[in-house]
């Protein structure tokens, strides 16, 4: 493993997201993606002619499509697709892009519209043009879907019932986890879901896939975000303060088959979070926030052990006591996450953005005060990748 660090060589400057409590944004994809780039830009201070990297992913050539739209022509263009850790992911590649002279000022971007979409489907429109095309034969499809494996919420489900009864984590300890979250949304006017929620309420919703209950399950809703990063030197005479990427690493050990999961109870992150942590010269105790991927309450608490805020065993008991809500000892998700907050169908955006806004004190009520240090912890596919960030105030380097 080589020992280039990107410790400070480079920063998000700009960092925003369209989401809405009806959960539907009534936009297209594209217009989305103009929207929150020029937002984005807006929000650091630069224009669309300083942009000379361009990162999204989610569809064939997808960046140089939107290059096209915008009239661009970027020197680095990335589609990498990891599916909920792929902004993660992108964040890393975009900070080596422009510590190694590839670009200057890069833009990253996502949208996405399925509650949208559902909503015209009801009232009859067509397919709009450009859907993506019927599932090709996968591994999935071929050797776990036909044995009654409901996806994905089958596969988080049987991660679930391995923790239980290796670890003896109780069905109560994972409804904590979407009680804390909620308590967070409830400081948020732009969360979804914004009343309060208790464990018992969790527990008598419907299951999914059990042991996984309606509620320890994230939203379906249309949102958008984009990220404008450039070098640390040129980021600090731009608009905002900036949010220095201090440790960055990525990690993935199968595909989509929960079946080559080599352990059901411990992620990527175990790898992919040491070393983010490792090149940004923290430890945990120096974490002020942390946002991670929530698309199932027992995401949450794989990520809390595999990242070593507990041992690994331990995520049950960690999260009592509501230690990620409000006033706790691990601040989790303060936007509402994905339990709550949005989720259209890749969260990874929006963890980075809510970090960037808690580093700049942007986030009212819900501010954790004094934050520093962030962690933003994406994981995508099924349980199959993680991204790890480590972003820091300029007090930080």
Known sequence: MSDISLRGRAA??????A???TGVLGESVRQLEVRMIREALDDAGLKLSDVDGLLCTGRLMASMDLAEHLGIYPSYTDTTMTGGSSFEVLVEHAAMAIAFGMCEVAVIVYAATPAYKKQKKKSGSKKPMGAPPPMSLTPQLEWELPYGLLAPAGSYALAASRHMAEYGTTPEQLAQIAVSTREWACMNSRARFQDP????????????????????CCLVTDGAGALVMTSAERARDLKKSPAYVLGAATHHD????????PDLTTTAGAVSGPRAFSMAGITHKDVDVLESYDSFTITQLLHIEDLGF???????????GNALGPGG???TNTNGGGLSYTHPGMYGMFILVEAVRQLRGECQKRQVEGAKVAVAHGCGGILSSTGTIVLGTGETL
Do not use: T, W
């Open 197 to 216: 929620l208790s464990v018992e309420d969790v527990l008598n919703s419907p299951y999914i896939a059990e042991p996984l209950h309606k509620l320890d």
């Open 310 to 320: 507990c041992p690994k065993g331990e995520g049950g008991r960690f999260v009592e």
């Open 329 to 331: 000892s691990l601040p």
């Open 254 to 261: 199968h595909g989509m088959m929960i079946s080559q999961m």
């Open 12 to 17: 998000i400057v700009g960092a925003v997201d």
């Open 19 to 21: 989401v809405s409590p």
